[in-house]
């Protein structure tokens, strides 16, 4: 198959575009480089069912593909927030312009939604069927609200042209190839204990959230676009850590004598989140299986060699 891959140069996509080339698929990646980087599908440009196309998706474009994986988006609040209206034109027109593109050439289409459509959760774990709390005017909702548009958009075009949708549900995913400055708790701590200065936990850490491997959540990712069900999904992983058992467990892990520092805890952060996998189960046949420390242990050993090579 031909198969588009939007933000294929960023973390989750480039994963993406080492499982679907391995699988011997025709393979474009598009980005636009806002977060992305050659580094991180380099070993596929000599590859000659590999392209690689610069180009803004808030910008159409007409290309001939079977299926498209939509994940071009920042997904750290520090990238969607340095300038949220770039971040919602992202969302909007950018979805609109792949959805557009899907009903064109009849291309099977997933959309790389996010648990933040449940917001500042009131209900605990969050299934699919939760409809969320998300501040409408706050400083995540250029990423939340138009991530939930993006959704609609999807079933719209579902339910009006037929195009064949795939929505997911991404709980925090991590793994090697995130960046060092890439501002999420996982890589910040990583970074932080590597180069010994003290790891910063906002807020007191007693903020949950539930931690995916990168590798398993490509997997679900590729399931769902090759199954029947259209979704919503959520693929994640439910074991739910606190922020300060995430810091210890890395300090831990790194260094035991590092220090923590507490700062701040940013607008509308989510208290909670954990996510209802029931469905990806039993629909799916999805479940995790790499656990915390398996991962972190990975994902270290990635960034200390990069960190060593000056390569982050
Ligand atoms: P990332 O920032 O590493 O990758 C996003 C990619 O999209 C980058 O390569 C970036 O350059 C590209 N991009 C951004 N804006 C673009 C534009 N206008 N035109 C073309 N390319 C553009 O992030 P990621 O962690 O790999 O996330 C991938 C997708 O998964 C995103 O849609 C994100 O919202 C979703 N997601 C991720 C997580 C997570 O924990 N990583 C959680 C929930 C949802
Ligand atoms: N966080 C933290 N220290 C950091 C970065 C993040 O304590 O250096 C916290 C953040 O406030 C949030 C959690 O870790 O409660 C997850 O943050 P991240 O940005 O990784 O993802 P998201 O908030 O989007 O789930």
Redesign the pocket.
């Known amino acids: 198959m031909r198969i588009l891959v939007t933000g294929g140069a960023g973390f989750i996509g480039s994963h993406l575009i080492d499982r679907l080339m391995k699988q011997g698929h025709d393979v474009i990646c598009l980005d636009n480089f806002f977060t992305g980087h050659k580094r991180n599908i380099c070993h596929w440009m000599d590859n000659p069912y590999f392209e690689l196309i610069r180009h803004d998706i808030t910008e159409p474009i007409r290309l001939e593909i079977d299926q498209i994986y939509h994940l071009a988006c920042p ?4 990238h969607y927030q340095y300038n949220p209206v770039k971040t919602i034109k992202t969302n909007v027109m950018g979805t609109l312009n792949m959805l557009g593109l899907a009903k064109r050439v009849k291309a099977r289409f997933l959309l790389a939604s996010t ?2 459509v449940y917001g500042d959760p009131n209900v605990h774990p969050q299934p699919e069927e939760y409809r969320g709390n998300v501040n409408c005017i706050g400083i ?1 909702s250029c990423y939340d609200e138009g991530k939930r548009v993006a959704e609609t958009l999807a079933f719209d075009y579902h339910r009006q042209n037929n195009v064949d949708i795939r929505v997911m549900r991404i709980f ?1 995913t991590y793994g090697p190839r995130m960046f060092e400055n890439d ?7 990583i970074v ?1 204990a590597l180069k010994g200065v003290p ?5 007191d ?1 007693s ?1 949950t ?1 539930s931690f995916c491997y990168v590798a398993d959540l490509v997997e679900g990712m590729m399931r769902l676009m090759n199954n029947e069900h259209i979704g919503p999904i959520n693929i994640g992983n439910p074991g739910e850590y606190t ?1 300060l058992q ?2 210890e467990t890395i300090q831990k892990m790194i260094d035991p004598n590092a220090e923590l520092v507490f ?1 701040p ?2 607008q509308d ?2 208290k909670q ?1 954990q996510p209802d996998i029931t469905k990806a189960k039993n629909l799916l046949g999805w479940e995790p299986k790499i656990g915390l420390e398996d991962g972190l242990k990975i994902t270290i050993e990635d960034f200390r060699s990069r960190l060593e090579n000056g390569n982050t």
């Open positions: 997904a750290s609040p520090v648990s933040e995540r925090n501002g999420r708790v996982v890589s910040n701590f932080q790891l910063t936990v906002y807020g850490g903020q959230r922020i995430l810091a700062k805890l940013p952060d989510p989140r």
